[in-house]
């Protein structure tokens, strides 16, 4: 019985010395070379440049209007001046406030992807690290929690190789 008590508290001691197993991925470095994020960024950049030329094509005609307007005016009585002038800043007010609400679902769509993307990547690192036995896996890069590790724990570009392939694959 001795004997028995004796190993068993070996296996409990053997089992508390073995090691958490750590890695770290650098955030910064997966995001940037993960296929999926860059391919959402341009798409949005795309879509926002096509909003911007949108906009300024708008503004350019708008500015011809309200000029065409001021020579025009200048022949009306004030009070009909007054009135179209009204009408006008109104039309302006709401021009203004289309292209804002456009930009706005733009930037709500875009913020919605990104979030997308930002889930598939957490749930990446947690099958890989479920996957290769690891206690921890740390995040690192800018606003990241490792302030140094060994490039050995570095699992970034073995994650980014991961990710990237499952991508493909859709």
Same mark, same amino acid.
């Given at each position: ?6 190993? !068993? /508290? ?7 010395? +073995?090691? $958490? ?5 650098? *955030?910064?470095?997966?995001? &940037? ?5 860059? &391919?959402?960024?341009?798409? !949005?950049?795309?879509?926002? &440049?096509? @909003? #911007? ?10 500015? @011809? +209007? $309200?000029? $065409?307007?001021? $020579? ?11 009135? +179209?002038?009204?009408?006008?800043? %109104?039309?302006?007010? !709401?021009?203004?406030? %289309?292209? %804002?609400?456009?930009?706005? /679902?733009? =930037?709500?769509?875009?913020? #919605?992807?990104?979030?997308? =993307? ?12 479920? #996957? *290769?036995?690891?206690?921890?896996? @740390? ?6 929690? =490792? @302030?140094?590790?060994?490039?050995? *724990?570095?699992?970034? &570009? ?13």
């Amino acid at each position: 019985m001795k004997k028995l008590v004796v190993v !068993f /508290a070996g296996l409990i001691l053997l089992a508390s010395c +073995e090691q $958490a197993k750590i890695g770290y991925v650098d *955030n910064v470095k997966l995001m &940037d070379a993960y296929q999926e994020k860059i &391919d959402v960024e341009a798409k !949005f950049k795309t879509k926002t &440049d096509a @909003l #911007t030329k949108k906009r300024d094509s708008i503004s350019q005609a708008f500015q @011809l +209007e $309200a000029q $065409a307007f001021q $020579a025009k005016a200048q022949k009306m009585n004030q009070k009909k001046a007054q009135e +179209e002038y009204g009408l006008m800043q %109104q039309r302006g007010q !709401f021009i203004g406030q %289309q292209l %804002q609400q456009e930009e706005q /679902a733009l =930037v709500t769509a875009g913020q #919605t992807e990104m979030d997308s =993307v930002v889930s598939r990547v957490k749930k990446a690192v947690k099958a890989y690290g479920k #996957t *290769n036995k690891y206690t921890y896996i @740390l995040g690192g890069g800018d606003g990241g929690s =490792v @302030l140094y590790g060994q490039e050995v *724990n570095d699992l970034t &570009d073995e994650v980014v190789k991961i990710l990237n392939a499952d991508y493909k694959k859709e």
